[in-house]
């Protein structure tokens, strides 16, 4: 086994200020609790929501500093004693892992998580990619399986042009989906269109109201995903027929939803929310098994992730600010051992 050692380089978030309050420092490696696993980490992405969370907009915070991070990927190096023959399992193998609410994140050189948040990985998946294969493909699943459950042959998804946007394009088109993308720059229009997005609009357009109520009407769309708040739910409401619904999964604008009430009154749409967390607790271990195995095997495939920048450690602070100007054209990595 990997010899541990004592210290670590670690990112650590000082204070709600984003980019700002990151410093790199060193620190000593954590130990596992008893239901703990031990990662020596290889990757850990930048998300949407670690961005909330460095700003202090996330759904909750934690006592300052911590070591940001919620997704990633390494190798077991140590399991703690309660652990049992899933401890047993896991140690010295790959796995993809995501943190928990309460304890520290993983953009460090090693990190403590629970045994139940370790994923092992299929053989054919990287590290790199394995970083990247939760939060996003475990949603973007969720999300298809909401639209095919309940019957929707088309479903609008804002941030189009964002991985979890092109993620669902792609998995909508293996399950008979049409994810019609709504994007905010006409370029993204363009590169979207050019990865075989038959229709994709443009918010910022002029005609953009006018269009989408077509469409909707047209296609009778009655479902959409919502990764931006703030006023966007309304808009896409105003556009869709009776009896339609907004799910919300993210909070780009970082701002409060704005309603209009007369359409939940009188035309009977509504506006819900998504939290993958959650989500994944509702199911049961059998469920969670092979949910997870099928995201693995579409990891190649509808579930891919492009990485447009790799940045050690060291230059934390430099990558979120990369990624923070521009959140779509790939994700930011940090890596380990760079």
């Not at 996330?58 to 077991?76: A, N």
């Not at 619904?245 to 780009?252: A, D, F, Q, S």
């Not at 095997?297 to 100007?325: G, I, N």
Request: proline share 5%; aromatic share 6%.
């Amino acid at each position: 086994m990997t010899q541990i050692p004592e210290q670590m380089t670690a990112v650590l978030l000082e204070s709600y200020e984003g980019a700002t309050g990151l410093r790199v420092v060193q620190r000593p490696v954590p130990q596992p609790g008893p239901q703990d696993v031990l990662i020596q980490v290889a990757a850990a992405p930048i998300n949407p929501s670690d961005l909330s969370f460095l700003q202090g907009r996330y759904g909750f915070q934690k006592t300052l500093p911590t070591i940001p991070g919620f997704e990633g990927s390494g190798t077991v190096v140590a399991v703690g004693r309660e652990t049992g023959l899933m401890g047993r399992f896991l140690l010295g193998r790959r796995v993809a892992c995501v943190t928990q609410q309460h304890g520290e994140g993983l953009w460090a050189e090693y990190a403590v998580t629970s045994v139940n948040y370790a994923l092992p990985l299929a053989g054919a998946v990287s590290l790199e990619q394995g970083a990247m294969s939760v939060v996003n493909p475990l949603t973007a699943v969720a999300l298809i399986d909401s639209a095919k459950k309940g019957g929707h042959k088309a479903v609008l998804n804002t941030a189009g042009a964002s991985a979890l946007g092109l993620m669902l394009h792609r998995l909508g088109q293996q399950e008979g989906i049409e994810v019609i993308n709504i994007v905010r720059q006409a370029e993204q229009v363009t590169q979207l269109k050019q990865q075989g997005m038959r229709t994709v609009l443009n918010s910022s357009s002029a005609t953009f109201a006018e269009e989408l109520s077509d469409l909707c009407h047209g296609q009778k769309i009655r479902l959409a995903f919502d990764a931006i708040a703030g006023e966007t739910p309304q808009r896409l409401l105003a556009a869709m027929p009776d009896h339609s619904r907004v799910t919300v999964y993210g909070n780009l604008a970082q701002k409060d939803v704005a309603l209009n009430p007369g359409g939940l009154i009188f035309q009977d749409k509504s506006v819900d929310g998504f939290w993958l967390t959650r989500w994944v607790g509702q199911k049961n271990f059998l469920q969670s098994l092979l949910m997870w195995r099928r995201a693995q095997t579409l990891l190649l495939s509808a579930l891919k992730t492009e990485v447009r920048a790799r940045y050690p450690l060291a230059q934390a602070p430099q990558a979120v600010a990369e990624y923070e100007a521009a959140m779509s054209g790939g994700k930011v990595l940090l890596v380990m051992g760079e």
